[in-house]
């Protein structure tokens, strides 16, 4: 079984369904083991769901109060995709 550091590293990929297939079922095999990794994964999804619903307009320009490290960083991660 993968310990929750291993779970970790892969867990993006794992919600992004861009994992083997093994990988794929040892994820989910520790999310239903685990109540601290389950927990996680819920919150983070609800947190990519509440982001993008604060933008709704995915063409509106960005807020001014937006940091300028929170934008590069997100284009940066945007394009490792």
Request: proline share 6%.
């Amino acid at each position: 079984m993968l310990t929750c550091k291993e779970f970790d590293d892969f867990m993006v990929d794992y919600l992004d369904q861009d994992l083997p297939v093994w990988q794929k079922f040892m994820c989910w095999l520790h999310v239903k083991m685990c109540r601290e990794c389950a927990d996680f994964v819920r919150d983070y999804q609800r947190t990519i769901a509440l982001g993008q619903m604060a933008y709704d307009d995915p063409d509106e320009p960005v807020p001014s109060s937006v940091p300028e490290e929170l934008i590069n960083a997100a284009l940066a991660h945007q394009k490792t995709k």
